[in-house]
């Protein structure tokens, strides 16, 4: 959890293997790194099981590249094709017992703050729609209604997909699955609705096919739950195995479903907006200077 | 024998938009190399594959053909390659990669 932890341990630096002198030496800690420099420097993702063109790793790696400081972020998973990536990057990774993640995580962000005080130590859930709408609902539910400081990243795939195909709160009314032949009897669950009812400092909905915009959602959520309160971003990544999209396909799949219900969406209470503006200098949410007065 | 991605030289290095890096699901498979095309004359530098890590989604090729509209991006059969850059022969700059061309199939 700090600059330390990525260090070679005296005399065994010709021993490690490449992958690691490349992350110690040009990877991404304690340098600010931003979407527009991919391809240039190490990644804190390695490789990964995942499948081939799968749209949830893209959604993975652009948030391990947009973390605001790496170095001392801890992502928190559960079962779940995610975790498959989650797990193979070189920042910590707690992985939660089916369904309590954000108990892991308010644990986890509470102890940081007793022992880091000030310095801002970043708890980051990154768990599918299944982990979170179903199984770990209240869990998820009641760290929002705590105001628990961490982020909540829901990879909304709308489909169980590392068990063949069931149908998730979070699938669409009437889709048809391997593993639910009779389609969808009900409507996808509202969890935006419900993270800002719970009071969620800032809720947004993104999808993987604008990299830039996942990056500041991602950066203005992490830095959100450092202080005010928690920060939930629910991103679409298609499940290209079990909707049967083809996988050079996935980002025009993206684009349509972008336009048709996944439509990019930004929630970020006042508090919230003083704090960025204050403390980060976003300059979108500064006040406006007051309207020159007009004489009558 | 399996497809992986393969990148014109000629036609990126003539652009410097780096969408199929950012839009390729695996980390640090298409990287960037800002001399690439220098000796021809272009400025930007372009954009290769490391082969080991492509796993052949060809997401990089819609990108690229729709999305950028350069059409620098076409699938070729790993054999079919004559050299290509693998993660061993990387080497990380402070801007920019290179990477030492060699037969990406052993034996």
Redesign the interface.
Known sequence: MSLDYVKFSPGFEKFMP??YR?MV??GPFGKKVS??????????????P??????M??FI??S?ISFPNPEDTITVGTAGCGRLAISQAAIPFVYGNYGDQNGVASGLSRGLRLRFGDKPKDVVVMVGDGGMADIGFSATLHSWFRKEKFTTIMLDNEVYGNTGGQESGMTNRGAVLKMAPLGKKFEKMDMVGMAKIAGCAYVATVVP?N?RRVETVIKKAVLIAREVGPAYIQAYTSCNIEYAIP??????DAKNVEGDRYQFSEYITDDAKQYLAERYGYKEFLPKPAAAVTKA | MYLVADINVDICAQTSCKLCTQFCPEANTILYNDQAGKEKGYKYGAAYVAVDRCKGCAQCVWVCDNMAKHHAITMIMIDQLPKAAITDNVTYGEKSTTALLASPVVG
């Open positions: 490449k992958e490349d030496e040009h979407v527009s420099q991919m391809g240039s420097f190490k990644e804190i993702l390695e490789e990964h995942m499948c081939a063109g799968c749209a790793t893209l790696r652009l391990m096919n990299p996988t050079d396909k996935v980002m025009e």
